[in-house]
């Protein structure tokens, strides 16, 4: 029987650094699998769990020490091998990544038998640890989403700046960059961005409780959407990036929480994608409306025909005709620029 080959994941934005680690790995004959980002590297190290994680600290997304508390908290990749990817100089992260639970770390400029020798050295320990007794007990799992929700909630509550905005105020503006994430106690905000021909569009509402602004300061990147206030009154908290981070680096649950949240809205987001792109107007209207009644609850949808279109991706004319035949069909009642759904499963049967 063949020898089997170990699977390395390398986790590393810059690219040359990234080929050039997994070069030198294959050419010692292990199976490397590579990402660009904390994001995809969580999800490759889910996915394929690999032998041994290699991981940058300094990246877009999610950074390493976030990698590397969700990787510890899931039970099928806990026990697997972690090492940081650092810069000489970086002593702060050095310590930082050992004291949550890494492995080992080599440093940038690396050496190839260091980076061999580190790598070899914790492979060999892990299959060490493998070799316990049958009737050992497995492994505990901490995942709390809940815990750190709450976590992030007090942060917001203890350490946010409360804030107030009038209709049609806006509260961020796309292209700048972030100082604060943002969470809504009270109204409604519309994210909207700007296509290349001057035309706008909404891509989200956001409602009580809802967060908006966690990517752009993750990635510390300018917002790409601008934040309006839609409802007669918006009040919110507003918390500094800089306590944002301090949180994800010390409580691993908080770091859950988000990653979760983040990859819901990725599936929400491609889900309307997909409706946008191959539906008619008279479903997509019926879907942004099941949407907003369970966002507004028994409060009654408050947009302008404009807006709705905007959410839609149509012009304000088919989406006026849509409304009109939910009316007639009793599935909807319109007064002014209020929208009651009262059908709703009637509307929904529409998406089927």
């Known amino acids: 029987m063949a020898p089997r080959t170990e699977t390395l994941l390398v986790i590393e934005d810059n690219q040359e650094v990234r080929e050039n680690l997994s070069e030198i790995l294959e050419l010692y004959g292990f199976r490397v699998i590579a990402a660009a980002d904390g994001l995809d590297g969580a999800r490759a190290a889910i996915e394929h769990l690999p032998d041994l994680v290699l991981c940058d ?28 990817i650092t ?4 002593s702060e992260d050095i310590r930082r990544g050992m004291n949550l639970g890494a492995d080992d770390y ?17 492979l060999k320990k ?25 976590r992030l909630l007090r942060c917001f509550e203890e350490e946010g700046q409360r804030k107030e905005f009038d209709q049609g105020a806006t509260m961020v503006r796309e292209g700048e960059y972030p100082h604060h994430i943002y969470r809504i106690t009270a109204g409604h905000v519309h994210l909207s961005r700007t296509h290349e021909y001057g035309r706008n569009y909404i891509i989200a509402e956001v409602g009580e409780g809802e967060i908006f602004g966690v990517t752009s300061a993750l990635e510390r990147s300018p917002y790409h959407y601008t934040a309006r206030v839609s409802s007669e009154r918006v009040t919110c ?10 949180l994800l680096n010390t409580d691993r649950f908080v770091t859950e929480a988000l990653m979760r949240t983040l990859a819901r809205r990725v599936v929400d987001f491609s889900e309307r994608l997909v409706h946008q792109a191959y539906d008619s107007v008279r479903r997509r209207t019926a879907l942004i409306l099941c949407d907003l009644a369970q966002q507004y609850g028994s409060e009654p949808i408050d947009l302008s025909r404009e807006e709705l279109a905007q959410m839609v991706g149509t012009t304000k004319e088919s989406v006026t005709r849509a409304l009109s035949e939910f009316k007639r069909d009793g599935m909807v009642r319109v007064e002014g620029r209020k929208v009651w759904v009262e059908e709703r499963d009637a509307l929904h049967s529409l998406l089927v």
């Open 57 to 84: 600290v300094m990246m877009p997304q999610l950074d390493g020490f976030g990698v590397l508390n969700l990787l510890s908290e899931n039970e099928r990749t806990a026990g697997i091998p972690f090492i940081f």
């Open 87 to 90: 810069a000489r100089t970086e």
């Open 106 to 122: 080599i440093t940038k400029p690396f050496y190839k038998d260091e980076l061999l020798q580190v790598v070899r050295t914790r």
């Open 126 to 150: 892990a299959a060490t640890r493998q070799r316990k007794p049958a009737d050992a007990s497995p492994p505990l799992h901490l995942s709390d989403p809940d815990r750190g929700n709450a």
């Open 237 to 246: 908290q507003r918390l500094p990036i800089a306590n944002l981070l301090q």
